[in-house]
């Protein structure tokens, strides 16, 4: 490789919206997007939310041209509705699909259905190997994200996905760790549902080491604070912003160089709530699009090593919080699985005493009448105490693989205290 | 590091048949087996089907002194059933759920409410980094087993864990493929459930360029053929056997070294159906011990690269394969999908129509009488339908993984056809 070698890379990231029956003006929407990536000519389009596999085939063909490669991760019931294309081979793919995924009685949020998880993508570029993450995490209606951020302590309470989009944030954060060990460039697209201060985000940057191309860009244009749904989107109601009337930042180019390898963000463009090219957007999110730049040699303006001894204290301030959100989501679990079980139990009760009262004159009738809702609560009330069993379990786990981490983290500082 | 460096490693693997109200004399073996570890001071155990919690803390207790390091992997309802004792330090520690494992219809199976997993931890011993992988493979009576061995054309329809496990196979290589691309030596024990030439095992060496110690080893010492389920223990009865009445070789220990090291098997030694010190065996299934010596340098046996011209048109091979079994697995999920769907909308059919009959005279106690199973069946239905939705999805994931190394496959074969 020559000693000048530079390699730049047009990222484009977009949550697309597309959910049949339920998103505004998708197949034209659908349409205009296809166009403008053939315009545009990025090297990687990652998209989230296409939750229909025939306008995935539909892009496809569209893009076949410019964006030889393309995949689309399947899973859970829906799909994960990511999807990606790219201009250049894609080497090695795979996926991990979050264990936690939101509740199955929540059917309105559908979050359990889709099967929520991120994708790898490992390409061979100029012999820098790219591995390229792209995820959706669980929704939190912006109500509930705004509430969280407002009343943080108070109303924490009210968000019932914060422990597991803390848990989702450290399975992606673990999956980027393990999956990367030979990658030069690691690039995470996607929508997070998480503000940049967010528990889970925290955990994300620290654990991983990435940077927020937000943060770091040379040149930034698009909403004031790098908003990603903004009021000027006609498909964005004020309802949906919540106490956030300009707009909220869930959407995120993230990024890093290991072994030799410095990356830099040289322009970040956010659409501002119209379509580039005229004047209907294409999403209800607005895309992000970033030209990095990388070069060898280490880096340029952050000399330190990235996990020196102030990068160690923060992230032992992260993880111990995360460690104790788990805490609290474990024991609301373990709660709901003893409720579910004493309704269960009664409701079993409840079933054998119709049974007597079936076998009588007096109120036959009733007996029978009442059975089957009896029947369906005990089921329910037994799938529910099994649902919270298993999510006692998933968060039980993340919480010992944090306790790990934070033990090895607090090792690291005391090596280095007593150096010092 | 010395030129003449040399680590040697000693390893134990066990299926401990744990579960809690079921097992014979659990207690007891349990006791004997934390006595059996203390004595032989391994510097890895491994285990799998430890179901109950409590024995792995009473183990944790017990072995505190040689093994300071344990993790237990907790997944699903009930538990992934896999932990780990190490005499090293852990670095990381990371675990991955299979996607699919067995039905939740299958109650008396359990498969699907436990969660079965593949565990890694992240070691470094001497300067060597070392990925050990523990895994426990979805179950397969052995009359399945044995029937898909003895008739695998014919029978192959009755083993309806056969794709499920072709699936996790997959999922355990690419997990394995994945995380240890910066290990030095990788190392994998547990119950795979398969035969050593059924797909899913020959897939999963083919596909990481594992190898098998009983194969390897330049020492063996144990039951013919290297059998870990035999007659002589007393804990397994012919019927589990099936038609190989001396036994089935199910349970493995593999390796491997990269990015110059060699590794190799110097022993391995399988308990006979009896233990090690005394008459009563510690599980239904036999222990492996197996003595392994990593060294600096290139492979002495072995000089071919790992994927040469054989190994590809071999990989090649059993891609297809299994890339044709997950076929019959989709198409067998989508007629689940559409039978389920069909008994489900006769089913809300038959509801309208008890719904008139109950406003009748005529036959109103009968249909009252019939209303609450009627609604069971479409609830079930309804969960069946989904949940073989959710499976095909899942298969034909695995199945464009595949595809996508069976293209990458071909690419670098025909490659290396028109060099020669």
């Known amino acids: 490789m020559k000693p000048n070698f530079s390699l730049r890379l047009r990222v484009f990231n977009l949550n697309c919206w597309d959910i049949p029956y339920v998103s505004k003006h998708r197949a034209d929407r659908i349409e205009r997007l296809g166009d403008f990536l053939n315009t545009e000519n990025f090297d990687l389009a990652l998209l989230e939310e296409v939750w229909s596999e025939q306008d995935f085939q539909y892009l496809r063909q569209k893009l076949a041209v410019i964006y030889p490669a393309a995949h689309y991760f399947k899973s859970g019931i829906i799909g994960s509705g990511l999807c990606v294309f790219s201009k250049h081979p894609i080497q090695e793919i795979c996926q991990h699909i979050y264990t936690l995924n939101g509740y199955p009685y929540m059917i309105h949020h559908g979050d359990w259905f889709c099967g929520k998880a991120v994708g790898l993508l490992v390409l061979h570029l100029s012999g820098v190997v790219l591995n390229a993450y792209v995820t959706h995490v669980s929704e ?6 705004c509430c969280m951020r407002l009343h943080a302590e108070y109303n924490r309470q009210k968000d019932i996905y914060l422990t597991h989009r803390v848990a989702q944030a450290w399975e992606l954060a673990q999956f980027i760790h393990h999956t990367s060990k030979k990658a030069d460039v690691v690039l995470l697209c996607g929508d997070l549902n998480m503000h940049p201060g967010d528990l889970g985000c925290c955990l994300l940057k620290e654990y991983t080491g990435l940077h927020d191309a937000y943060l770091k860009t ?26 956030f009337p300009f707009g909220i930042r ?55 090593p990235p996990h020196g001894p102030a990068e160690t204290s923060s992230l032992i301030r992260v993880l111990r919080e995360a460690w104790m959100e788990l805490g609290l ?8 699985t003893a409720f579910a079980s004493y309704v269960t139990g009664l409701g079993l009760l409840f079933l054998v005493l119709l049974c007597v009262l079936a076998t009588g004159e007096g109120a036959r009738e009733v007996a029978i009448l009442l059975w089957s809702p009896s029947v369906g609560l005990v089921l329910g009330a037994g799938a529910v105490s099994l649902f919270h069993m298993q999510e006692a379990k998933s968060l039980g786990r993340v919480q010992a693989e944090l306790q790990h981490v934070l033990g090895k983290a607090k090792e690291a500082q005391d090596c280095t205290q007593s150096l010092s």
């Open 140 to 145: 939190a209606s912006s109500a509930q994200l």
């Open 329 to 336: 989501g474990i024991a609301r679990a373990r709660w709901w």
């Open 250 to 304: 869930i959407d995120y180019v993230l990024y890093k160089a290991v072994s030799g390898f410095y990356i830099s963000c040289k322009t970040l463009k956010t659409t501002t709530g119209h379509h580039p090219h005229n004047d209907t957007p294409l999403s209800d999110h607005e895309a992000l699009m970033a030209t990095l730049c990388v070069r060898h040699g280490p880096p340029e303006q952050d000399p330190s």
């Open 218 to 243: 040379q040149d930034f244009n698009g909403p004031e604070e790098g908003y990603t749904m903004i009021k000027q989107n006609c498909y964005v109601s004020q309802q949906d912003l919540g106490p």
